[in-house]
């Protein structure tokens, strides 16, 4: 069974070591095979994929076991959301169902890096103008995680590869370490969510799917112009 979903699942999309080499802090790593799983476009109910297609949403799972990248921690590609109609971009919703994971923002004018700390339970909300990659930080434990997200756009994967990877690398034995095909940016700063609170403070109570056909709760993934306070706490003031 795959951690945080007792539903049908497809076949997941699979990112390997050789699709990951070009953001890899050591992009020589001899490493190989599978890194991570997703499972994209879930559902529980004809009703509740009939709403998501709906109101434009995707619900996903990602599973990331544990590894070692040449001493790096394991992590996703990296990748930016465009803008919406009105100009805003889109943000995303995450869930941590199983392990811990670090959050790794950075806005796209690199003026704000963010890592955020988040354990089982606790919710991420990406906000607007800000790439991301998710870190299973754990020697022995495998990291997943459900996301709620608009389908209304293509995630940006380019600026991660061209600059090889975010503005900071990870590595296993605690160091941050400045990627150097970036300009200076500021050091990172460091916000923890846990359950039953997002990173930015609020209260947040059920799983992430029980959103799921609560339009009022999920229309910032569509218009997040509408809701600026959904972010507040996560972005640079």
């Known amino acids: 069974m795959t951690p945080g979903w007792n539903g ?21 790593c001899p490493e190989t095979g599978a890194l991570y799983f997703m499972y994209r476009d879930l559902a529980r109910s004809a009703p509740d994929r009939c ?12 599973v990331i076991p544990p590894r070692d990248l040449c001493g790096e921690y394991v992590k996703t590609k990296g990748h930016y959301h465009p803008a919406d109609p009105a100009g805003t971009g889109y943000p995303e919703l995450y869930e941590v169902t199983q392990g811990e994971a670090f959050f790794l923002l950075q806005s796209r004018t690199l003026d704000d890096i963010v890592l955020i700390h988040a354990g089982t339970g ?4 990406i906000p607007p103008g800000y790439g991301h990659i998710t ?22 994967y380019g600026e991660y590869e061209t600059l090889h990877g975010a503005a900071y690398y990870l590595m296993n034995d605690g160091r941050i370490v400045k990627n150097r095909h970036y300009p200076e940016v500021p050091p990172v700063r460091h916000l923890t969510a846990v359950k039953g609170r997002d990173a930015a403070g609020r209260a947040c109570t059920g799983s992430l799917y029980s959103l799921v056909s609560n339009r009022d709760a999920l229309a910032f993934l569509n218009e997040p112009e509408k809701y600026p306070d959904v972010f507040t706490g996560l972005t640079k003031d």
């Open 8 to 28: 049908a699942l497809p076949a997941p999309g699979i990112r390997t070591v050789r699709d990951m080499k070009s953001v890899l802090a050591e992009p020589r």
């Open 51 to 62: 709403w998501l297609a709906q109101n434009r949403l995707r619900y996903d799972v990602t």
């Open 122 to 125: 606790a919710r991420v909300a």
């Open 135 to 156: 870190i299973n930080p754990s020697p022995d434990a495998t990291l997943a995680l459900a996301n709620l997200v608009s389908t209304a756009f293509e995630s940006e």
